[in-house]
Each structure stands twice: as structure tokens, then as C-alpha cells.
Nanobody, 120 residues
Framework: QVQLVESGGGLVQAGGSLRLSCAAS????????VAWYRQAPGKQRDLVAI??????NYLDSVKGRFTISRDNAKNTVYLQMNSLKPEDTAVYRC???????????????WGQGTQVTVSS
């Protein structure tokens, strides 16, 4: 069974940093696109960052503060979040398109989410 598990969330003061991890496990042949989303209570879900191969893209409000990266050997994608602001408070979830075995088909998977709370 293929799974995505996020970790690294928590409570941090404004200006602080957190690093989120999204680890994939199971019968994975290849991980393609991986994205981090966030959703605060009563607000729409935002696409925060995306990585496809070596290409990355970010939500305008996090550019220069957040960095998405991947460790292919560990099947893990990270979201380094620096200079955090109270408005970054949300549940962060990762989403990955992965080719799984034995079907060799690509499917979309979601993690369970991790809470990030930034205090002012």
C-alpha cells in the first residue's frame, strides 16, 4: 500500500522556521509531481509550492521564504519554511503523483496533513 506521511509541523513564533517532510512509502516506481497545499479554517486551499523534476514554483506570498526540495533516495519531499508569519498558519498537506508497481500506472496520493501554527 502506497502512503504519504507528513511531519514537521508545530507551533512557532513569527520569524521562526519549520521544515515539513512528506515521505512516500510502498511499492513506488517513480515519484513525479509533488505539491504542498495549505488550508486555514474558513479559507480556500492554496497551492503553496510544487516540484517536478528540478523545476519549482511557489505561491507569491511565500516566494523567497519557502523552499521545496526532494531527496529521491529517500522518496521524501521537504518544505523549508523561513521567516514564518501568522498568516502562514494552516494545515499543510502534500500531494504526489506517483507511478506504482505492479500496475505502472500513475495515481495521485494525499497525505493526512500537518498543522503549522505561527504565533505573533
Amino acid at each position: 500500500q502506497v502512503q504519504l506521511v507528513e511531519s514537521g509541523g508545530g507551533l512557532v513564533q513569527a520569524g521562526g522556521s519549520l521544515r515539513l517532510s512528506c515521505a512516500a512509502s510502498g511499492s513506488i516506481f517513480k515519484i513525479n509531481r509533488v505539491a504542498w497545499y495549505r488550508q486555514a479554517p474558513g479559507k480556500q486551499r492554496d497551492l503553496v509550492a510544487i516540484i517536478l523534476g528540478d523545476s519549482t514554483n511557489y505561491l507569491d506570498s511565500v516566494k523567497g521564504r519557502f523552499t521545496i526540495s526532494r531527496d529521491n533516495a529517500k522518496n521524501t519531499v521537504y518544505l523549508q519554511m523561513n521567516s514564518l508569519k501568522p498568516e502562514d498558519t494552516a494545515v499543510y498537506r502534500c500531494n504526489a503523483n506517483m507511478v506504482t508497481m505492479p500496475s505502472m500506472n500513475e495515481y495521485s496520493y494525499w497525505g493526512q496533513g500537518t498543522q503549522v501554527t505561527v504565533s505573533s
